[in-house]
């Protein structure tokens, strides 16, 4: 059965590659239009091992009137985690964990089984804080790179069926997500007049490939990326798309679109839709098709934290951009505004561990956004009125 697996596992990536010859065809049964994906999928049925199982969590009622919710993004499983106690402490009644939830990126191209993925996950659970934080906060979650397999992966990542297993045994997500490709999803929480909507995207497994910057000594300190200028190139993917229009039709009094890259900022070439600029046009251009003044975005990935807010054509409020990271993996010890100047950007570039915070005041209709450090002080905070 191994030998067997491994033949499926080998000829997949090779078909991947372009490579996938006559012999090996004939040796695995495979025809010429044989995907990757279709090739590892008896590799898969065939794995043995049990995949974790996150600890229970407590259900977030449908009609419960939310006035704080918390979130963040990059955490390494094998790093402190003493942020949870103090994040339990701010009394959330949500949190959202919104990518690279674990570190757990695939040692080598060719590990199909993704055997550090799925080490990542169980070395969470046995970690006290989390366990304690996980069995009494409700959580949503999505995904990143790190957490998806492979870092800065997206579509055209060879186990990412495998890793949409791993993600939605792990977090037990909802039958409507395990029925599709992706893990994407969205909730309306509270009554009419007090609803919120959380739509969390998917920003990995319909994502075209990068484009790269030529290679160059020393290298730019600010990231290899370019944008995309392709047509055809996709961020979402178009059922993804299509999947959004509709959430954003439902009626909500505030909507909370999470993406797990930064959205409205252009200050530098790493991960974001600064990548897929004709994607992002196309999201402003929805939201002000449907009339979404209500929205506010957060996001992570960064190892770094800020507000950031764009004026949207056809939109009367500006759109904000909350970017939380991260818990445990900031590469900083402070303020880094000088390193990424970003008109933008409203305060300072904080690459220090933090989370965030979302306090909801419904009589004076407005969102305190509060940036906190992993000890819970507070490192800078805005005010909107997305209502109306």
Request: glycine share 8%; charged share 25%; net charge neutral.
């Amino acid at each position: 059965m191994r030998i067997r697996n491994w033949i499926f596992a080998t000829t997949a990536l090779l078909a991947l590659s372009g490579c996938a010859t006559g012999p090996a065809k004939e040796t695995t049964g495979l025809s010429a239009s044989t995907t990757a994906q279709e090739a590892l999928r008896p590799y898969y049925a065939g794995l043995q091992s049990k995949l974790p199982v996150a600890a229970p969590n407590p259900v977030l009622a449908d009609d419960t009137i939310l006035t704080r919710i918390a979130f963040g993004s990059c955490q390494n499983e094998n790093r402190s985690m003493a942020y949870w106690d103090v994040i339990a402490a701010q009394k959330p009644q949500a949190f959202l964990l919104i990518g690279d939830n674990v570190y757990g990126d695939t040692g080598s191209q060719w590990s199909a089984d993704m055997p550090t993925l799925t080490a990542s996950y169980r070395k969470l659970s046995t970690r006290q804080e989390w366990d304690r934080f996980r069995r009494s906060i409700p959580m949503m979650t999505t995904w990143d790179d790190h957490d998806f397999g492979a870092n800065d992966a997206g579509g055209s990542f060879a186990f990412k069926e495998y890793a949409e297993t791993v993600y939605e045994t792990y977090w037990g997500s909802s039958d409507a997500v395990k029925s599709r490709p992706g893990v994407y999803e969205s909730r309306i929480i509270g009554p009419e007049g007090k609803r919120v909507q959380f739509i969390l995207l998917d920003t990995r497994y319909f994502r075209s490939d990068l484009v790269r910057m030529p290679y160059r000594d020393p290298g730019p300190t600010l990231g290899w990326y370019l944008p995309n200028e392709d047509r055809n190139a996709t961020l979402l993917g178009e059922a993804q798309w299509q999947w959004l229009a509709g959430e954003l039709s439902k009626p909500a009094d505030v909507r909370i679109i999470v993406s797990s890259t930064q959205v409205i900022t252009n200050a530098h070439n790493f991960e974001g839709w600064t990548n897929f600029p004709r994607e992002r046009d196309k999201l402003y251009r929805l939201l002000s098709e449907k009339g979404v003044n209500n929205a506010l975005v957060l996001s992570g990935d960064r190892h770094s934290a800020g507000f950031y807010k764009s004026d949207v054509k056809g939109l009367s409020k500006p759109l904000w951009d909350f970017t939380s990271s991260s818990l445990n993996m900031s590469f900083g010890k402070g303020d880094s505004r000088d390193r990424e100047p970003d008109p933008a950007r409203t305060g300072g570039f904080w690459s220090i561990p933090n989370f965030g915070q979302i306090d909801i005041d419904w009589d004076a209709k407005t969102v305190k956004m509060s940036l906190r450090k992993d000890d819970g002080s507070i490192i800078e905070e805005q005010v909107i009125n997305p209502f109306g």
